[in-house]
């Protein structure tokens, strides 16, 4: 048998494969109670799984947020995770989960926690063609077994769902908080990665207040596509690839390809080497902030101030 450490490990050095681990749950069916989908939510994000405790109504709450709970001493909010995804629990609201990421932490309520199953990110397909509401990232597809077809799993957007419980306590993007406009070299570009409706919508509005033009692109393996686009561009025109991509920002959680291979893949190429990479990701902790280490990136910043990211795209572009 395993030791907790060895698990601990294993799961770390998942980072370094294109792989992760999926935390699968259900929240309920139709009115008629039938239809219970499988969702899930990175393990990264997952601090604690606990049955559901006491909960604490809190007066002129907004819709879908039940309350609060008393975790050993620190107040969290609870969401009720069913009715924001417009389903309803044959049994309840029996398991919370309570995430820790973006520079905040807070539960969910669901109805049952299925099982912890480890992808590769090539088994993760954006969902944005399928998905109305943007409150559904990507789909994952699970491996069957005995010959059986593979289940699919839908991969909550959980920046999206907290975006749009509290729109109006977004960031402050004003140029007061940016600070003064980032200089690059003319004709070049901010090459941007990230799955999320939400979290693009911010980075634009931050690059935009920082006077920086930029590519966005909705995974890693577009971002990759889209840099030997560029640099074969370059190449018939005469130019360094340096002379089009200023820097490299890119999220982690991406289907098809994650941001740690992004990362080592632009590193590892001899073209690309010396272009800046940074890592904008809510997946925070010393064990995230060690891989980006391990994988050459440039600087890493915790979603979303726009003031800190643009403190470090200044510091990585020298300016």
């Given at each position: 048998m395993k030791s907790v450490q060895?698990?601990?490990?294993?799961?770390?050095?998942?980072?370094?494969?294109?792989?992760?681990?999926?935390?699968l749950?259900?929240?309920?069916?139709?009115?008629?109670?039938?239809?219970s989908e499988l969702f899930g939510i990175n393990v990264f994000k997952i601090r604690e799984i606990v049955a559901m405790p006491a909960i604490t109504a809190v007066a002129g709450s907004p819709p879908h947020v039940l309350g609060v709970v008393?975790?050993?001493?620190?107040?969290?909010?609870?969401?009720?995770?069913?009715?924001?995804?417009g389903v309803k629990p044959k049994t309840g609201l029996n398991i919370m989960l309570v995430t820790e990421f973006a520079r905040t932490t807070q539960a969910f309520a669901v109805?049952?926690?299925?099982?912890?199953?480890?992808l590769d990110w090539s088994q993760v397909m954006s969902a944005e063609k399928s998905a109305g509401s943007g409150m559904v990232t990507s789909i994952a597809r699970l491996d069957g077994e005995n010959g059986?077809?593979?289940?699919?799993?839908?991969?909550l957007d959980v920046e999206t769902i907290l975006r749009n419980m509290n729109p109006d306590s977004g960031p402050d993007i004003s140029q007061q908080a940016v600070g003064a406009r980032i200089q690059i070299k003319p004709g070049s570009i901010v090459l941007a990665a990230d799955d999320s409706v939400v979290a693009r919508a911010l980075i634009e509005q931050g690059l935009d207040a920082m006077g920086l033009p930029y590519v966005m692109t909705k995974s890693g393996k577009e971002c990759w596509d889209q840099l030997n686009s560029i640099a074969a561009q370059?190449?018939?025109?005469?130019?360094?690839?340096?002379?089009k991509v200023a820097l490299v920002l890119t999220d982690l959680e991406m289907p098809e390809m994650d941001g740690f291979t992004l990362t080592r893949n632009v590193k590892k190429n001899a073209r690309f080497g010396n272009i800046p990479v940074v890592i904008h990701s809510s997946l925070s902790g010393t064990t995230n902030e060690e891989h980006v280490k391990n994988v050459g990136a440039d600087a890493y910043?915790?979603?979303?101030?726009?003031?800190?990211?643009?403190?470090?795209?200044?510091?990585?572009?020298k300016q």
């Open positions: 060895q698990e601990v490990d294993e799961r770390s050095n998942l980072t370094g494969t294109n792989k992760f681990e999926l935390l749950f259900r929240l309920g069916g139709d009115e008629h109670g039938e239809r008393n975790l050993r001493g620190q107040i969290i909010q609870v969401l009720d995770l069913p009715a924001i995804a109805e049952s926690v299925e099982e912890i199953v480890r059986e077809p593979g289940r699919l799993a839908q991969v370059a190449e018939a025109e005469g130019k360094s690839i340096n002379d910043v915790a979603k979303f101030s726009a003031e800190d990211l643009a403190t470090t795209l200044r510091r990585v572009l």
